[in-house]
T-cell receptor
Framework: KAGVTQTPRYLIKTRGQQVTLSCSPISGHRSVSWYQQTPGQGLQFLFEYFSETQRNKGNFPGRFSGRQFSNSRSEMNVSTLELGDSALYLC?????????????FGPGTRLLVL | KQEVTQIPAALSVPEGENLVLNCSFTDSAIYNLQWFRQDPGKGLTSLLLIQSSQREQTSGRLNASLDKSSGRSTLYIAASQPGDSATYLCAASSGSARQLTFGSGTQLTVLP
């Protein structure tokens, strides 16, 4: 079974631009979560989607948004990029089952904002 | 608000040594606790998940324990190998089961 995939793997953008990152969960997984990882703040939760609905949201500004499609694939968008948005963005998927709560992470998208 | 702390931040041990990594959390009302490893520049690999009703989980040379009353979890690695060198992260889920709060990690180096 294929793991979580994220595209693109690397991105370079300039301040003020916007960016869209994509995540394909493990087949059968309906929950997709996004995390931001930076050297200073570590791993921080962005949001979680289930059945095309945002079920949970972290403490990030409205410039960060996401969505989930009917096939469970998810995208996140960051508008008006700032230098501080440079980070590794990780996507995780899980089964929505009490007996199977393990979150499986993708390789991440490394975003550099210049 | 859940806070997760990992001590030490870095650890260096000779090959073959048994070692323990520590994780503490402030809110004992957790849903589960997961341990991950992260290799440089890579994503996270899930190692073990302990449900709140469980006390420990084992996988190969790894054993994770959970003590909710004291707000602590430990990851025991037996007979360490150079391939175990990585950053180990613990993450607690509370409230919403799928929102993980991560510690800052322990960077482990196993010397040949």
């Amino acid at each position: 079974k294929a793991g979580v995939t994220q595209t693109p793997r690397y991105l370079i953008k300039t301040r003020g631009q916007q960016v869209t990152l994509s995540c394909s969960p493990i087949s059968g997984h309906r929950s997709v979560s996004w995390y931001q990882q930076t050297p200073g703040q570590g791993l921080q939760f962005l949001f979680e989607y289930f059945s095309e609905t945002q079920r949970n949201k972290g403490n990030f500004p409205g410039r960060f948004s996401g969505r989930q499609f009917s096939n469970s694939r998810s995208e996140m968008n960051v508008s008006t990029l700032e230098l501080g948005d440079s980070a590794l963005y990780l996507c995780a998927s899980s089964l929505d089952s009490p007996a199977q709560e393990t979150q499986y992470f993708g390789p991440g998208t490394r975003l550099l904002v210049l | 608000k859940q806070e997760v702390t990992q001590i030490p931040a870095a650890l260096s041990v000779p090959e073959g040594e048994n070692l323990v990594l520590n994780c503490s959390f402030t809110d004992s009302a957790i849903y589960n606790l997961q341990w991950f490893r992260q290799d440089p520049g890579k994503g996270l690999t899930s190692l073990l998940l302990i449900q709140s009703s469980q006390r420990e989980q084992t996988s190969g040379r790894l054993n994770a324990s959970l003590d909710k009353s004291s707000g602590r979890s430990t990851l025991y690695i037996a007979a360490s190998q150079p391939g175990d060198s990585a950053t180990y992260l613990c993450a607690a889920s509370s409230g919403s089961a799928r929102q993980l709060t991560f510690g800052s990690g322990t960077q482990l180096t196993v010397l040949p």
